[in-house]
């Protein structure tokens, strides 16, 4: 009997803690339709920026995506960010566009950056985040 | 009494020297350090320029209102250049943020640009002109020879502006770039799309 609760503990142990992990927004939905898998955050700014929201759409026939990004820390932040287009097969397209641009977030700073595809056969996106420096 | 340059001086200049090409260096890659120069745009931020005015066009839904007969893409020609700053290089530099647009618009489908004229901010192909000049030479098959009357007339130009607003307080000189764009309907010689994107970068000066 004490074999199988510490058998089923070990078991759902792994399941509270992903509960706790957070990979797909929920919270503002408003801010959000796709998944976050698409956000590549550089490490070292994993607890200063955090991603509020991350949106797609189709306008006047292209790919359009916009990530809103949350300056978390006390103090500004200087980051590059770039969006990286795929087409339906996977295949990335557009590759000149795929231009790092800088921003600065000021402390407690949201801030949605947005983009648009140069193809019309993008249909998907990657945005990464890197620091300035 | 001796001319010979003292071996100890030598040494001195040629340890100088080696330190010297020692300080140059080439740096590529990863090893490249972000630079920036508060009186020029780099490349990257006309490119960030273009990737607000383009975010901004397309969202305006310009291009689809004027679509040719059937969807065919809008004619555009590069208009005026205006430089407003005492910045001769911007007027080479803004290709950067020019490409940027017209590639985007053209790979996408949404426009084609008209290379054979333009305003003060176009580059003509020359080729595109000297071509005609093949009709009627005994040289060349004729039916391979683009015939009169084949090109369209661009109905939008493209305009393009940039503004710089120095403000010093002590040491500090802020520059304000503010980079516009326009689409101008050629037909009824009015804009039908225009944004403006402001940067800023400050120089301090040392002591």
Known sequence: MIRFVLAASLLLLPLAACKSVNTVSTNNPRRTNVDYSRIDLNPGLR?????????ARDINGLLQ??????????SAKDIQTRFEWFSGQGMQVDESSTVWNTYTLQAGEMRSITGTAGSAQAKDFRFAIKPLR | MSTRFPVSACLVVM????????????????QMKPI??????????????ANWMKNS??????????????GTPVVIAIADWDNNTNQPVFTRDKTVMENAIRKTLVNSGQAVVNRDIGGTGAKPDSLTQNITSLRNSAEYDQSTVPPPGQAKAPSLGLYMQINRIPVNQGRTTQYDYAVKCELIDLQAKYTVWEDQFLMSKQFVRGL
């Open chain 2, 36 to 49: 920036n120069n508060a009186n020029r745009l780099t490349g990257g931020e006309w490119d960030q320029f």
């Open chain 2, 57 to 70: 066009m397309i969202q305006s839904g310009v291009l689809n209102r004027h679509q040719g007969p059937g």
């Open chain 2, 15 to 30: 340890l100088a020297s080696m330190m010297l090409i020692g300080c140059a260096q080439t740096r590529t890659g990863s």
């Open chain 1, 47 to 55: 607890n200063d920026i955090r991603v509020e929201g991350v949106l």
């Open chain 1, 65 to 74: 995506g916009q990530v809103t990004l949350l300056n978390r820390s006390s």
